[in-house]
């Protein structure tokens, strides 16, 4: 790697501004035609379809259910714990990395993106952008259509209701909800007798 893709690299773990043509030395790192194949490829191929996601996501867990479509900028910057479920339409803006844990639910039309734009027109040329990594801890829960932003990392258990866009870090085991998204309650032990719609 060269001095100035190294440059790039350091600028991008910062969040700090960068452009396409800076950073299209990650191309290789795309998994376009490997998504496309798994997309066509039929639910009950489940080894082939077990191998495609081996092959696209940067690291994978046991018992993983990620259904189609989906997809992903890279694909490569994209790891999973073990016992995942994702619904279908599910979107990985993953320029940078967006790390999944263990027992983690995600609801049908979700984007997870890691990356933003500058506000003003004249800091989007060439694609201008900054990159931030996502969280997702361990037996979260994303409801539906929800948009969790650059940069955000969702505590232990906390579930996210539809439709909700995520712009700050949500701690442990709490409902969130809204545009943009708030804290709405803690989840306790109520919550292990209630019926799912009682939030």
């Not at 969040?15 to 396409?20: H, I, K, P, Q, V």
């Not at 066509?40 to 996601?53: G, I, K, M, V, Y």
């Not at 545009?179 to 019926?195: F, G, K, M, N, S």
Request: glycine share 10%.
């Amino acid at each position: 790697m060269s001095d100035a893709e190294d440059a790039v690299l350091a600028r991008i773990r910062k969040g700090e501004l960068y452009t396409e043509s800076e950073a299209s030395f990650q191309a290789p790192q795309r998994r376009a035609d490997l998504i496309f194949d798994y997309n066509q490829t039929r639910p009950s191929a489940a080894e082939r379809r077990r191998e495609l996601l081996e092959s696209i996501l940067g690291t994978v867990g046991a018992r993983t259910v990620l259904l189609s479509p989906f997809q992903a900028g890279f694909g490569s910057n994209v790891h999973i714990g073990d016992d995942f479920f994702g619904n279908v339409n599910l979107t990985f803006v993953d320029d940078v990395e967006i790390r999944i844990g263990h027992g983690v639910m995600i609801g049908p039309g979700v984007t997870l993106t890691t990356t933003g734009h500058p506000i003003h027109p004249e800091l989007r040329v060439d694609f201008r952008r900054f990159s931030k990594p996502i969280v997702l801890e361990d037996k979260v829960w994303i409801g539906s259509n929800a948009v969790v932003l650059p940069g955000v990392r969702i505590g232990y258990g906390s579930v996210i209701g539809a439709g909700s866009v995520v712009t700050h870090d949500v701690p442990p085991m709490c409902v969130a909800v809204g545009v943009p998204c708030r804290v709405l309650r803690p989840i306790t032990e109520a919550d292990l007798r209630d019926r799912p719609d009682s939030a």
